[in-house]
């Protein structure tokens, strides 16, 4: 399997297999919105179209990052979302970098969206799928975001067969601008278990697929056994 590494203002093509990873924060909350119950979460091109799809759909839950906001349910915090019972729900999320980078990519034949908390289950949907070539979109700071780069990076040598330590890949998250900034609470909307809460390495045995439905880009967990939506 060859690997590429690409920021979202370098996608100039349309990959066949895109794996969008956004380590802190966007794809460690729609895990935990999974874990939470949500059946589905809708990737939003903007912060006014989710608020078009809440006041078509009022029993949505909108999901934002940075501060609280009329109209938003919840904010892009894994700590501050995970005692949110979500059973049976939508959620609508839009943040800066993940769900930016899903949008980008959304003609790929398949869409995975990951993080650490979902690197294993991840790893097993590349590898069922055997493709020859994966895309990894690198979401945070223009593809150069240490937690994305390492966590891509690590996603990809497992898909390969390889062996890994996965402690260097961590330390090398732990040690980001991302991490700093929500460890000093510099971003709104964060908790300071976020940090520790995107490091949990394979804390769920789902992966997480994107594609288009009905207009939407809707992401649903899928189970490494299985088959992810074609
Ligand atoms: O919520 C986050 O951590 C970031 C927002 S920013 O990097 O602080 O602008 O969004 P995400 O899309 O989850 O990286
Ligand atoms: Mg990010």
């Not at 979902?118 to 700071?141: D, Q, Y």
């Amino acid at each position: 399997m060859k690997a590429r590494f690409l920021g979202i203002p370098e996608l100039t093509d349309v990959p066949d297999v895109a794996v969008v990873v956004d380590v802190m924060r966007a794809y460690t909350v729609a895990a935990w919105a999974f874990a939470r119950g949500a059946e589905r979460v809708v990737l939003a091109e903007s912060l006014d179209e989710a608020l078009a799809l809440k006041a078509r759909h009022p029993e949505w839950m909108t999901l934002k990052d940075g501060p609280p906001a009329p109209g938003f349910d919840l904010v892009n915090s894994p700590a501050l979302l995970r005692n949110t019972d979500l059973s049976g729900r939508t959620v609508v999320q839009k943040t800066t970098a993940g769900t930016v980078g899903a949008l980008a990519v959304k003609d790929a034949s398949l869409v995975l969206c990951a993080s650490f908390v979902v690197a294993e289950a991840t790893v097993a949907v590349l590898r069922a799928r055997a493709s020859r070539e994966v895309t990894f979109v690198v979401t945070g700071g223009s593809g150069r975001a240490e937690e994305d780069l390492a966590c891509a990076e690590y996603i990809a040598g497992r898909a390969h067969g390889d062996i890994i330590d996965a402690d260097p890949y961590l330390r090398r998250a732990a040690a980001s601008r991302s991490a700093a900034e929500l460890t000093q609470g510099v971003r709104a909307g964060s908790a300071p278990e976020d940090v520790s809460l995107c490091l949990e390495l394979d804390r769920f045995p789902f992966a997480m697929a994107a594609s288009v439905e009905d207009s939407l880009m809707v992401l649903r967990q899928v189970t490494p056994a299985g088959s992810p939506p074609a």
